[in-house]
T-cell receptor
């Protein structure tokens, strides 16, 4: 079993839809939870960063962390074609960072 | 502020050769991390350098090595290339070690080993 599991998709939604991206993990020591967005032929860029459990909102993006279930989510409201990218979850304990495999999202106009 | 710069963008090598990749971090960032990204394994941590010292190392063979210079620029070297080394190699910088939850990535070097 991988330490971080993420459905690779691909996921295709119409413009304006609400998108839900998820990761599960096995190491309860993880304390920091991140979501990165990676466009084709580019490096990942940090979207959201949360510490421990709870919700964090930034514009159209909401990150949720449920440490009791070892489950994190990223919600994208009013999705746009420019949101089409691969989304990677990441989590960290001390200096140890683990990434999910990434979910490829396409938002169709 | 300029972002993380990686050179070259593309490389084609043959088995047994060696390769050196270069990374210039964001100005003021002193920590540089290297990652390997493949479709099957995703992003895997190679190593982190801070103040010219390796602070952390992933689970890769000794063929993979790196170094950091006094201006924080970093290089990674892969010797005796194997077909399985074909991947996107990403460099990421952060202001200091221990803050690698907020990484700033370059666009990567796409290495193909034939």
């Amino acid at each position: 079993q991988k330490e971080v599991e993420q459905d690779p998709g691909p996921l295709s939604v119409p413009e304006g839809a609400i998108v839900s991206l998820n990761c599960t993990y096995s190491n309860s020591a993880f304390q920091y939870f991140m979501w990165y967005r990676q466009y084709s032929r580019k490096g990942p860029e940090l979207l959201m960063y949360t510490y421990s459990s709870g919700n964090k909102e930034d514009g159209r993006f909401t990150a949720q962390v449920d440490k009791s279930s070892k489950y994190i989510s990223l919600f994208i409201r009013d999705s746009q074609p420019s949101d089409s990218a691969t989304y990677l979850c990441a989590m960290k304990w001390n200096n140890d960072m683990r990434f999910g495999a990434g979910t490829r999202l396409t938002v169709k106009p | 502020k300029a972002g993380v710069t990686q050179t070259p963008r593309y490389l084609i090598k043959t088995r047994g050769q060696q390769v050196t990749l270069s990374c210039s971090p964001i100005s003021g960032h002193r920590s540089v991390s290297w990652y390997q990204q493949t479709p099957g394994q995703g992003l895997q941590f190679l190593f982190e350098y801070f103040s010219e010292t390796q602070r952390n190392k992933g689970n890769f063979p000794g063929r993979f090595s790196g170094r950091q210079f006094s201006n924080s620029r970093s290089e990674m070297n892969v010797s005796t290339l194997e077909l399985g080394d074909s991947a996107l190699y990403l460099c990421a910088s952060s202001p200091r070690t221990g803050t690698n939850e907020k990484l700033f990535f370059g666009s990567g070097t796409q290495l193909s080993v034939l």
